[in-house]
């Protein structure tokens, strides 16, 4: 980071580099990111990472009277705010409709079908680097809008009764101001769409008293307890608090290590031993958490750092082949989901062919258990986001 700022300090206002020579960068990154991969094979022998099976691959939790598949373990820091899915894509900041040329730069080095989790997540990595940070100022908010989908079981979920499987989408809209990160508003659409999974499953879910036409439920709900706004004057930062882990603010995740193995380092010691779940499984759940909540703001290199760190974590694997998510096709590398205290299920981040994107989250059923078979998709969280000027604006 100091040589980045002195190399900034020294060019003053040099024109940025063209789109032109940003993608044969990028390009040269990728490869050299595969290269360092397969050129040692006695690396990939021993690590970590392997390629699992597209079969064995998701999580049960209960909700109100009937039981989500697809709880994605959102952190305990943002639960109390409803806190909604992340952003992933290039931050769309107003004025910038394309930052740093990010859509028109060509996918030079798509991801392979043989690469393993520590190839796919270093080219994903290499891409990150070249991404140009979102702008925000102080006083502005960011939009999130998490689109999500979850298989739920509708019956007596504690007794011997027949349960019905139904698809649940709900839409989350969140404002956080930027300063903090803490919710200013927070609007859930909850029943978008109610969809079967089969029709025998529309006809006992009728036979339920389940309706499966009833239009959508909106709730609003306020500032967070411990929101503050914006200051007056843009100079001046309305919240001083450094942050931590589970409150990441920009100030905390730009003091993050860009080192890979130091950064997995700083969040074992942050996470610590906190229950009966492994330490490697509970920061594997706060890296997909940071994905989730603060993406956009995550310095670029710290980001590249975040995917290579996932990497070193024991149990992280690639799903063979290619995955599905929201109609386009991605690569999925997972973990199974002991962190969450459901080990039936495996969490996944999918990133689509060329690596260029985080597309979102999945979690998958890795074993059979009532009635939803193994390999089943149970939750797909697909976020967006925007920089807005005011709570309640929406781009």
Not at 88 to 108: K, N
Not at 333 to 349: K, P, V
Request: charged share 25%; with cysteine; net charge neutral.
């Amino acid at each position: 980071m100091d040589d980045v700022r002195m190399i900034r300090d020294v060019l003053g206002k040099a024109p940025a580099p063209s789109a032109e020579a940003t993608a044969r960068a990028r390009a040269a990154l990728l490869v050299q990111a595969r290269a360092e991969s397969v050129a040692s094979p006695w690396r990939r022998r021993f690590a970590a990472v392997r390629i699992r099976p597209a079969g064995r691959s998701g999580r049960l939790g209960a909700r109100w009277w009937h039981v989500s598949l697809g709880g994605l373990g959102i952190s305990a820091a943002v639960a109390t705010a409803l806190v909604v899915p992340a952003i992933l894509g290039p931050a769309t900041v107003p004025g910038s409709p394309d930052p740093g040329g990010v859509g028109s730069l060509p996918a030079t080095v798509p991801i392979g079908d043989g690469d393993d989790a520590g190839t796919v997540l270093r080219l994903v990595a290499a891409n990150a680097r070249l991404d140009r940070a979102a702008e925000a100022r102080p006083g502005q908010f960011i939009y999130r809008v998490g689109e999500e989908r979850s298989l739920s079981l509708i019956g007596d979920i504690d007794g011997a009764g027949p349960l019905a499987r139904v698809w649940l989408a709900r839409r989350h809209e969140m404002w956080s101001a930027v300063e903090g990160l803490r919710s200013a508003r927070t609007r859930i659409t909850e029943g978008v769409s109610r969809t079967p999974l089969t029709p025998a499953d529309a006809k006992l879910a009728r036979e339920l008293g389940y309706d499966l036409t009833a239009p959508p439920e909106v709730e609003e709900y306020g500032p967070a307890p411990d929101y503050q706004p914006p200051a007056d004057c843009a100079s001046c930062p309305a919240v001083r608090d450094p942050g931590d882990v589970y409150r990441p603010t920009p100030a905390y995740l730009a003091s993050l290590p860009t080192d890979p193995a130091r950064l997995l380092a700083t969040l074992r010691e942050a996470v610590g031993d906190q229950n009966k779940h492994s330490p490697d499984g509970q920061v594997f759940t706060r890296v997909l958490d940071l994905l989730r909540e603060v993406a956009p703001i995550v310095p670029p290199d710290v980001r590249a750092a975040l995917y290579q760190a996932v990497a070193l974590i024991p149990g992280v694997e690639r799903v063979e082949g290619r995955v599905e998510l929201a109609g386009r096709q991605g690569v999925a590398i997972g973990r199974d989901g002991e962190s969450t205290g459901n080990d039936a299920q495996r969490e996944e981040l999918v990133f689509d062919a060329a690596g260029r994107e985080l597309l979102g989250f999945r979690s998958v059923q890795i074993r059979t258990e009532r009635g939803i078979p193994a390999g089943t998709v149970v939750a797909v969280e697909v976020p967006t986001f925007t920089i807005v000027d005011r709570v309640g604006e929406v781009r």
